[in-house]
Structures are given as C-alpha cells and as structure tokens.
T-cell receptor
C-alpha cells in the first residue's frame, strides 16, 4: 500500500531564515506530487505540482520554491521566510497515468514564522 | 477561473441525524470531484471520488452525488456519530491540467 510522509511535523523559524520541508511517497512509481498551503481561516491553496523528476509548475508567485530530486521526493524551500509564510503545509500525491487522479495527503507540517 | 463554495460553513447536529453538505463550483468542465475530511491539525483523508461521468458514489454511511450541469455536489451522511465531527472539504479537478480547486470547507459537530 502507498504511504506519504512529511517532516518535520512542526517548525518555528524566524523571519529571514531558510526553509526546507520534505515529502516522500512509498509504494508507487512516478506519482504526481503537490504542495498546498492552508493558512488560518483560509482554504487550501495549491503552491506547486510536479509530474516528474525536475518538472515543477508554480501556481502562485511567492518567495517559495519546490524541487523534485528523486521520483518520490518533493521538497519545498525558501531562502528567506516572511511572516506571511506561516501556515499548514500539505503534500499530496496522485497517480500519474490517466485514471482517477484521486489525491492522497500527508500529515502536514505546521510552520510558524516569528 | 474555477471557484468552489461550500454551504453551510458550520453545522451542529445531534447524534443520529441524517445530514447533507453542499458543494458548488462555477465551471462545469471538471474531470472529477473529491470529498475529504480533515480533523483539527491533521492532513486530509479522502472520502469519496466522483468522476465527471458518474452521478454518485457510496461508501458506508456516506453518499456523494454530482450534478455537473448545475455545478453542484452533495455529501449525505446517514445516522451521524460524534466521530464524524470534522471539517469536510470538496475539491474539483478541471479538464485543463493538474489544478485542484478546494472549497473552504464545512465544519461539522455531531453532539452526543
């Protein structure tokens, strides 16, 4: 069966510091991968998605970036965090082949920028 | 641009009641619609997925329907239980790419 991991679970970082959040998927090959942010009182916002190694699409202009160095690894980064980057970051995957495209989510990372 | 809304924003019911959550979307050119549940501080759990060619899906006490032409989906929960308390979100995937658009969610409280 497939599982999705995210770490760290919680993170408190000062403004201007760098960020690296990691997501890995087990039990599937060549998944589509997604990063979402859920800010307090707001809905889920799609930040990035990837259909393959090195292929990243950005949905929202911001000071965040994403990378996919391996088939089942997705990393969210920032060089300098802003207060507005605080939120709950969720990674998700779906099958890449034409099919249901059902999305499965990880447990999330709670980021607080101080 | 696809927009998804959910009504009501919050709902409180006594245990045992049947209830309906609503999801509306503005662009009917969708590939599928997915219902999720989110417990506080947790990730999303997939409940039901309805393809654009389907009218409904059922899983246990849950039944989701889709009326693509009117841009609506409903999630029916039968015989609600306190363990059903959570936020329920719907999301649509459009036909144009990988974009999933989420609604703001309905926060459900089932009182014992």
């Amino acid at each position: 069966s497939q599982t999705i991991h995210q770490w760290p679970a919680t993170l408190v970082q000062p403004v201007g510091s760098p960020l690296s959040l990691e997501c890995t998927v087990e039990g599937t090959s060549n998944p589509n991968l997604y990063w979402y942010r859920q800010a307090a009182g707001r809905g889920l916002q799609l930040l990035f998605y990837s259909v393959g190694i090195g292929q990243i699409s950005s949905e929202v202009p911001q000071n965040l970036s994403a990378s996919r160095p391996q088939d089942r690894q997705f990393i969210l980064s920032s060089k300098k965090l802003l207060l507005s980057d605080s939120g709950f970051y969720l990674c998700a995957w779906s099958e890449a082949l034409i099919g249901s495209y059902e999305q499965y989510f990880g447990p999330g990372t709670r980021l607080t920028v101080t | 641009k696809q927009e998804v809304t959910q009504i009501p924003a919050a709902l409180s019911v006594p245990e045992g009641e049947n209830l309906v959550l609503n999801c509306s979307f503005t662009d009917s050119a969708i590939y599928n619609l997915q219902w999720f549940r989110q417990d506080p501080g947790k990730g999303l759990t997939s409940l039901l997925l309805i393809q654009s060619s389907q009218r409904e899906q059922t899983s246990g006490r849950l039944n989701a329907s889709l009326d693509k032409s009117s841009g609506r989906s409903t999630l029916y929960i039968a015989a609600s239980q306190p363990g059903d308390s959570a936020t329920y979100l719907c999301a649509v995937r459009d036909n144009y790419g990988q974009n999933f658009v989420f609604g703001p969610g309905t926060r459900l409280s089932v009182l014992p």
